[in-house]
């Protein structure tokens, strides 16, 4: 009877040690800025930054590449700042981002002052916002060629319901 006291009480406190263990993990995952920081272009966008956003998500997840023509790496807990909700981060050709949960295009760009877009991405996007970075914040030129690093919001068709919020260099 002893030792079946000593077994259940073993057990309990490994069950506890685990909930423990997870719950730590999510709140990490949930407090740390980088992810959302990457989106917010902070640091601006650059293949050293994309690389090291990259090389952070590779270590949570596992990428989807099958939409897009992006890697979405989904996270098993929520990342969140400002009230938006993420667990997922996109990559796509020079763009860095999240996608956020919902249609917000029209409150990111009231919280991150970005401006409409001129152009509707060819149809891929049915409402987008954008706002480049300052000149002293832009890559230096001859690095990245001619472009503009921009934050963007961007709802559309092909994102299901959720709302990108992305960091991108577009070339001239």
Known sequence: MLKLKSRHRGVFAAAAIVNILHATSAMA????????????????????????????????????????????????????????????????????????QGLHADELAAKYDLKPETSDLLGASSKGYARALPDELQPPVGLAGPGKVSIVAREGEALAGKTLLACEFVPD
Do not use: H, W
């Open 29 to 100: 995952a949930t407090s740390d800025p980088t992810f959302f920081d990457a989106a917010l272009c902070d640091p601006p966008y650059s293949m050293t930054s994309a690389t090291a956003i990259y090389d952070a998500a590779e270590k949570l997840a596992k990428a989807d590449t099958s939409s897009l023509g992006a890697a979405i790496y989904k996270f098993p807990q929520q990342i969140g700042r400002d009230g938006f909700e993420s667990d997922e981060v996109f990559f796509a050709n020079s763009a860095v981002g999240i996608l956020i």
